[in-house]
Nanobody
Framework: QVQLVESGGGLVQPGGSLRLSCAAS????????MGWYRQAPGDQRELVAV???????NYADSVKGRFTISRDNAKNTVYLQMGSLKPEDTADYYC?????????WGQGTQVTVSS
């Protein structure tokens, strides 16, 4: 079974930090591009950050300089380190794996930024 399991979400104050993890199994993790997406209530799912199989990264303008995506192929895990969090970062965060026509999604983890 292909599985992507996110963890690390929770409630954090503005200006705080949080690290999300996505543990993958059931596919060859190292050849997949990995991404983090988020979806606020009533909104569309949007790309937050991506890290390619080769380690290259791209970020949404809204999180650039605050978030860092990384991967550990030995652990089949991708991370999203979030800092300087803002209320507008509040959303469900989803892990995605993509390779050619394959695309897998996790169930998501909630991040709430509020004072």
């Amino acid at each position: 079974q292909v599985q992507l399991v996110e963890s690390g979400g929770g409630l954090v104050q503005p200006g705080g930090s949080l690290r999300l993890s996505c543990a993958a199994s059931g596919f060859t993790f190292s050849i997949y591009d990995m991404g983090w997406y988020r979806q606020a209530p009533g909104d569309q799912r949007e790309l937050v950050a991506v890290i390619t199989s080769g380690g290259g990264t791209n970020y949404a303008d809204s999180v650039k300089g605050r978030f860092t995506i990384s991967r550990d192929n030995a652990k089949n895990t991708v991370y999203l380190q979030m800092g300087s969090l803002k209320p507008e970062d509040t959303a469900d965060y989803y892990c995605n794996a993509g390779y050619r026509f394959h695309s897998y999604w996790g169930q998501g983890t909630q991040v709430t930024v509020s004072s």
